[in-house]
């Protein structure tokens, strides 16, 4: 019994272990903006405004920061990686 347990937790180590590998490291927090700060920024050539509101949200706002791209916050594996590393993003999602 003992070598089944031991067995299924070097198992569960393995997977874990496996799980993560080839991911990068995710930072505890983002830096924030607020809105006072975006407002003297917008139009800039080195930012990217993109709106990542749930998709009723978006559309049931009249409210919408001009220039702003619409992404899917569902999929950001999908349009992540289009967005020059040069360039600085802001997300808003309120």
Not at 7 to 23: H, I, Q
Request: proline letters at 7%.
């Amino acid at each position: 019994m003992r070598k089944t347990w031991l067995v299924l937790l070097l198992a569960l180590v393995a997977g874990a272990f496996l799980a993560g590998m080839g991911k990068r490291p995710v930072p505890e927090s983002a830096p924030r903006m607020t809105k006072e700060e975006l407002k003297p920024r917008l139009g800039a050539a080195g930012l990217v405004v993109i709106d990542v509101r749930a998709p009723n949200d978006w559309e049931g706002s009249g409210l919408k920061i001009a220039g702003a791209i619409r992404e899917d916050p569902a999929a950001p594996e999908k349009w992540a990686g289009k967005y020059s590393r040069e360039k600085t993003l802001v997300l808003y999602c309120a």
